[in-house]
């Protein structure tokens, strides 16, 4: 049961930041989808610094709105804030609340596939290194005898009894 007010320009400005954040977080999200891509990698640094500033902003701002449900006495639920949210009777603050949680959910999806891409492009680099040094990696086969059958590094079959 609710038991203090919130002020709601306080919730404003708490929302307009999650937008501001979540917005530029997906532009840079974009652009990381991009550079990788293309395989453009000088940027990706900066790219995860500017993430990890707007990551630091969501993140201040999940726990302001914490603080601000515990002290109206609800609990700390997204169910509670959409609860607080619309107790402000105020259509802006809700649509631009569902800006900031589509936001989120693009930034989520954008970050799943940079992450696969990330981890595609470690793969084929791994690969790449394994054939320039000479340890290419044969898939175990099977000989009449039923032993499995590989390469060493030098590229010689082997036979394992």
Known sequence: MPTAT???ISIARLIQSDAD??????TLLQTEQEALKSRKH???E???R????HIQTLEANTAKRHQLLTQSGREATVKS??????ACADEN???LWQT???NFDECRRLNEINGKMIVRGQQTVKRLLNILRGQTGAPGLYTESGATQGQNTGGYTIVEA
Not at 21 to 26: K, M, N, T, V
Not at 50 to 53: E, I, L, P, R, S
Not at 81 to 86: A, D, I, Q
């Open 50 to 53: 500017d993430k990890n500033t």
């Open 46 to 48: 900066q790219l995860v």
């Open 42 to 44: 000088q940027n990706l």
């Open 21 to 26: 954040a979540s917005g530029a977080l997906l």
């Open 81 to 86: 804030w959409e609860s607080l949210l619309e």
């Open 6 to 8: 919130v002020n709601p």
């Open 100 to 102: 900031v949680k589509a």
């Open 93 to 95: 603050l809700q649509h």
